[in-house]
């Protein structure tokens, strides 16, 4: 014979269902309170910087010389300190070299006025080289990634600024690193030496740069790299070209 169901069985079932119910609205409330906290303690900037600076073995000591006093300068110059008092930046400075070679040589540091520009120029102008290796940008662009993706920040603009002399030479092809920092909203933009390869400009703009409002700006020598990254420093926290 079929079983016969009481009312006992059917708010039984009811009981369990509210219950399940009230558990999922629970789990949810927390869920969004914890994404809440966590956006309220992640500071907002209008751009979260990484300066990917290249150390491989056809950078000499002095020729890294070169980079770091040229990015101390710009930081410290007057026109940079006038495009970040208006534009709130957090910036890390990264060398790096072969596939397993990414140092974090200045972590995320906030600058928002002449003090903080300032500090960070003479910090980066300290920075002892740690990087020697192949050159490995595909190696670059990921670790560049990730670090955005980790960083306490929440901004409006995320760019990887790749300075090099060299092509991909170790590593993973430099196209499927391209696809997934673009995919992610990231922006990536080229500084290239031409220091050993003649056409290292078109190469960026064909297999390294790419997102929203990326470009390539080239410097001839190393002698030129603290004009170029000026130009390009003050193009990237402006969010627009400089004439």
């Not at 609205?25 to 990484?50: C, F, G």
């Not at 603290?226 to 990237?236: C, D, M, S, V, W």
Request: hydrophobic share 50%; glycine share 4%; aromatic share 6%.
């Amino acid at each position: 014979m079929p079983a016969h169901r009481t009312a006992c069985d059917f708010d039984s079932k009811t009981v369990l269902l509210a219950a399940l119910a009230g558990a999922i609205v629970t789990i949810w409330l927390l869920v969004s309170q914890t994404s809440m906290t966590i956006a309220r303690q992640k500071a907002e900037v209008d751009l979260a910087l990484i300066l990917a600076v290249d150390c491989s073995h056809s950078v000499s000591r002095s020729e890294f010389h070169l980079q770091m006093v040229g990015l101390a300068r710009a930081f410290a110059s007057e026109e940079i300190i006038a495009a970040i008092e208006e534009n709130i930046i957090a910036v890390m400075l990264v060398q790096w070299s072969g596939s397993d070679d990414q140092i974090v040589s200045v972590p995320w540091r906030v600058v928002s006025s002449a003090a903080s520009a300032v500090a960070l120029a003479d910090e980066i102008s300290a920075v002892p080289r740690q990087s020697l290796g192949k050159t490995s940008i595909s190696a670059a662009i990921d670790f560049a990634v990730s670090q955005l993706n980790a960083s306490p920040f929440i901004a409006r603009r995320q760019v990887i600024d790749i300075s090099a002399d060299g092509v991909n030479n170790h590593g993973e092809a430099t196209k499927f690193a391209h696809q997934r920092a673009i995919a992610a909203g990231i922006t990536i933009n080229g500084l290239t030496i031409l220091n050993d390869v003649p056409n290292l400009d078109e190469y960026f703009e064909k297999f390294i740069t790419g997102g929203p409002g990326s470009f390539v700006i080239r410097a001839d020598s190393y002698e030129a790299y603290a004009e170029a990254i000026k130009l390009k420093l003050l193009r990237e926290i402006k969010g627009q070209p400089v004439s």
